[in-house]
């Protein structure tokens, strides 16, 4: 139990609230923070892809009561609350139910950036309103309103996301920041040099404040720049009102979350972000989703829209582009021909666990591989031609050995890609197949290239042809990989898979 007061002039409120982490003093609440969740035993023998998990969630008994207001010459009123935490390395909050008046702004901001402002028309269709992450431990919640509609303002329930991952690059100056495995290679580097195009159509996807995968930004053949992206189902965007995921409205795309300078964090910025998005297409059997976001990125970002090949003809060779670990965009790649798979992947909890059966690409990585938060990055052909989205797997960076001793540093264990090919034809949870909005214009392509910002025409070919020739092969997979003690065995860590 923890005491939540606040000062009101010549007189003082006590409103004592159970088992919640949190105090306040004044226009402040002190978070305290969360408890780290309870390990879980991993599936043995099963493959898995872990969805990272980079912050927890705590439950705010919030009121109106708890702000402070003040009052501008303008005819507004300012409701203000800073929100104290011991550590978080972002803030996030959910305002379920939120009550606003129209003409309000909301706005949540720190001394290292600020989300918003948004207005009641940013809410869902359930009344929610998602503040996306701002950096830093300490947070400020300002919401500014009509003076005369003051009365107007209630909170529902509230939940702030407690980061306990950093997703703003400043970790220390190596190939492997943050939790990313050593054999990881920074797309500044010379590696990444013949893929800009799949490099800048990659983005990181914050779901919920909390969850991370990684997403792509497509082109279709109207070629209009409708800002559409795909990304593995397991990762958990659902549409409204689906209790099984987070709504679509909750996602953050960054775009250009990557270094300037190869393996240094040099130019990072998380800021070229987009809030907000439609769920237009999600299927299990292929481990795929498509959401429109809410708007276009601008053309300061720089953003590719990027080709894909649903011929099923997969690639001999090809790269994987993501953020492992929620970490600094990176670079993996093959050398032999991917090969068709039906495997079966699993989240790895083990209370409520789901087994999903996936047709996927197998990937067997020659350099680099993928890890937690890769979940949904894209597989890509010579061409630079989307084939599928990372579902799971077994891919680490080797061995860590005995005490030291013994170790590998040799690429490990397969990867598997949900196959675009299969969710271009299949139905799918929403009844539409993904054909139906990557081809709006009814063509029958089966290949489009990438195409930059702006309104030029893409370049396609006919059903099955595009420009150059698509390499033949099979199989392609991807996973979230993660080397823990376990390794003093010879074994390497399955990873887990928890959208929700």
Known sequence: MHFIKRLCGSWCAALWILAIPLTATGAELTVARPAADAAQPLPAGMLTTPVLQAARVIDLPLTVQHGSWSFPADGTAVWRLQLRTADATYVGLQLQD???????????????????????????GDNTLWLPLVHGSDAVLEIVLPAASMSELRFGETTMQYGVVPLDGRRPQTKAEGDAGACHNDVACPVGDDWRAAIDATVLLVIANRNVCNGVLLNNSRGDGAPLIITADHCGIRADGDGDGFPAASVTAIFNFQSQQCDRSVGVSSEDRITGATLLYRDSRSDTSLIRLDRAPPAVFNAHYAGWDATGNGAS?????????????????????????I??????????????????????????????????????????????????????????????????????????????????????????????????????????????????????????????????????????????????????????????
């Open 98 to 124: 939120l009550q606003l008046p129209p003409h309000s702004r909301v706005t949540l901001s720190s001394d290292q950036g600020q989300s918003g402002p948004f207005s009641d028309r940013d809410r869902g």
């Open 343 to 500: 495997v079966t992947i699993t989240d790895g909890a083990i209370i409520g666990s789901r087994d999903q059966t996936v047709d996927a690409w197998r990937v067997a990585w020659s350099d680099g591989v993928t890890e937690f938060g890769s979940s949904g990055s894209g597989l890509w052909t010579p061409q630079q031609q989307l084939i599928g989205v990372l579902s799971g797997g077994r891919s680490a960076c080797g061995r860590a050995g005995f005490f030291g001793l013994g170790g590998s540093n040799d690429v490990v264990g397969p990867d598997f890609y949900g196959r675009l090919e299969v969710a271009f034809t299949r139905a799918g949870a929403l009844g539409t197949p993904i054909q139906r909005f990557l081809d709006p214009t009814g063509s029958g392509v089966l290949r489009l290239n990438q195409r930059t910002g702006g309104n030029a025409p893409p370049a396609t070919g006919g059903s099955g042809g595009s420009t150059g020739t698509p390499e033949s092969g099979g199989d392609g997979g991807g996973s979230l990989t993660w080397i823990a003690l376990i390794t003093l065995f010879g074994g390497v860590l399955l990873r887990r898979r928890r959208p929700a």
């Open 317 to 341: 060779r090809g790269s994987g582009v993501h953020h492992p670990a929620g970490d600094l965009k990176k670079i993996s790649l093959f050398d032999q021909p991917v090969q068709k798979e």
